[in-house]
Antibody
């Protein structure tokens, strides 16, 4: 079955960087886009960006341009999201999500809580 | 780019039906059928309930159905059960700003 397993919770100081991993299994990694979605406490989800695992081409939400890097490693079927210059408002649970055959978010990782606090 | 608009909360008794609305604009809900609905329990990842506005993935109960009219999409849950108590989110493709936009979420309480 499809599984997306993410790295563990992180606590960072403002201005620091965080890198979250997402290891995929149960399907052909290069056949489906991987998205990153975050949800801050008490708020709705927010789309962060995606990567085409086949080509490695990413696409980022405009508000994260310059701070966000999404990469992948096809040899280990893993995707990575790195966010730099962390701010308190970046505190959220970050999810990796597979885009299915019908432009839907059909499988989600378990989420990684990133806490930004001094 | 504003989030899609959902009611903050809805409630219903077991066996009843409820509908959750998701209002957008002509840049998203009104012009595309790439609308999804998710169910989320506290501390867990969202689960896909509806995709392409009204299609159900295999394994999702027939009690969940989606529809769309103009700039508003809707999720209907029929035959409410206690286990349906959760948060529900809509999501749409948009041609304005980021390609995907979510609603703020609706908390369903089963009385």
């Amino acid at each position: 079955q499809v599984q997306l397993v993410q790295s563990g919770a992180e606590v960072k100081q403002p201005g620091a960087s965080v890198k979250v991993s997402c290891k995929a299994s149960g399907y052909s990694f290069t056949d489906f886009y991987i998205h990153w979605v975050r949800q801050a406490p008490g708020q709705g989800p927010e789309w962060v960006g995606w990567i085409n695992p086949n080509s490695g081409d990413p696409n980022y939400a405009p508000k994260f341009q310059g701070r966000l890097t999404i990469t992948r490693d096809t040899s280990s079927s893993a995707a990575y999201m790195q966010l730099t210059g962390l701010r308190n408002e970046d505190t959220a649970t970050y999810y990796c999500v597979r885009e299915g055959n019908w432009n839907d978010f059909d499988n989600w990782g378990q989420g990684t809580l990133v806490t930004v606090s001094s | 780019q504003s989030a899609l608009t959902q009611p903050a909360s809805v409630s219903g008794s077991p066996g009843q039906s409820i509908t959750i609305s998701c209002t957008g604009t002509s840049s998203d809900v009104g012009n595309y059928n790439l609308i999804s609905w998710f169910q989320k329990y506290p501390g867990t990842a969202p689960k896909l309930l509806i995709y392409e506005a009204f299609k159900r993935p295999s394994g999702v109960s027939y009690r969940f159905s989606g529809s769309k009219s103009g700039n508003t999409a809707s999720l209907t849950i029929s035959g409410l059960q206690a286990e349906d108590e959760a948060d529900y989110y809509c999501c749409s493709y948009t041609d304005s700003g980021s390609p995907w936009i979510f609603g703020g979420g609706t908390k369903l309480t089963v009385l």
